[in-house]
């Protein structure tokens, strides 16, 4: 079953923009981690954030979780051309006998 | 490159076919995890396996199967293929056997079903 859900589902802008991708869920979770998958290639780890977190940054990337709204975010800022991809927010269900649910992922255009 | 190794990388065959993929996790991971990603359905969990042992099942079919070997490479055997059947299929690793840190995934294994 699909766990998170990714929004928008495509997104286009210029290089140098910020983009801002979100990401709802179901359950209570331990962690959500947002992932990057470039065309056909597979999934790159970006970051983790844990359910007693509300914010963290790696980079130009900065992630927000609000457990109250089963709700994350992920914000790219000062977007590159390199940066097109999908992105895929994951999350940890609160229960045995799962593993990581990802989104259908949000498709990201930069152009130059 | 993430140190997860899978084979074939892509796999042409007929309906009603049976192939196996193989995954090598990276060096010290336990846990390998296989993933089914198709465009209506996005990336779908199939199974997890602990040092040799199930550890978690997800939407996996009846006609898949899949098993974790004592050198900790993976098998995912599909059979008796269906169109339906046709997607990337991923295999990832980590260290521990639960969700608590990243996946590391490898580059898939493309299967077409004609």
């Known amino acids: 079953s699909q766990q998170g859900e990714e929004d928008p589902q495509a997104l286009s802008i210029q290089e140098g923009e910020n983009a801002t991708m979100n990401c709802s869920y179901k359950?209570?979770?331990?962690?959500l981690q947002w992932y990057r998958q470039n065309s056909g290639r597979g999934l790159v780890h970006l970051i983790l954030i844990r359910s007693n977190e509300r914010e963290k940054h790696s980079g130009r990337l900065r992630v927000t979780l609000d457990t109250s709204k089963k709700s994350s975010s992920l914000l790219i800022t000062a977007s590159r051309a390199a940066d097109t991809a999908s992105y895929f927010c994951a999350t940890d269900p609160n229960q045995a006998g799962t593993a990581l649910i990802f989104g259908k992922g949000t498709t990201l255009s930069v152009s130059s | 490159d993430s140190g997860v190794t899978q084979t074939p990388k892509h796999l042409i065959t007929a309906t009603g076919q049976r192939v196996t993929l193989r995954c090598s996790p990276r060096?010290?991971?336990?846990?390998v995890y296989w993933y089914q990603q198709s465009l209506d359905q996005g990336l779908q969990f199939l199974i997890q396996y602990y040092n040799g042992e199930e550890r978690a099942k997800g939407n996996i079919l009846e006609r898949f199967s899949a098993q974790q070997f004592p050198d900790l490479h993976s098998e995912l055997n599909l059979s008796s293929l269906e169109l339906g059947d046709s997607a990337l299929y991923f295999c990832a690793s980590s260290k521990a056997g639960v969700n608590t840190g990243e996946l590391f995934f490898g580059e898939g294994s493309r299967l077409t079903v004609l």
């Open positions: 060096s010290g991971d336990l846990s």
């Open positions: 359950t209570s979770i331990n962690n």
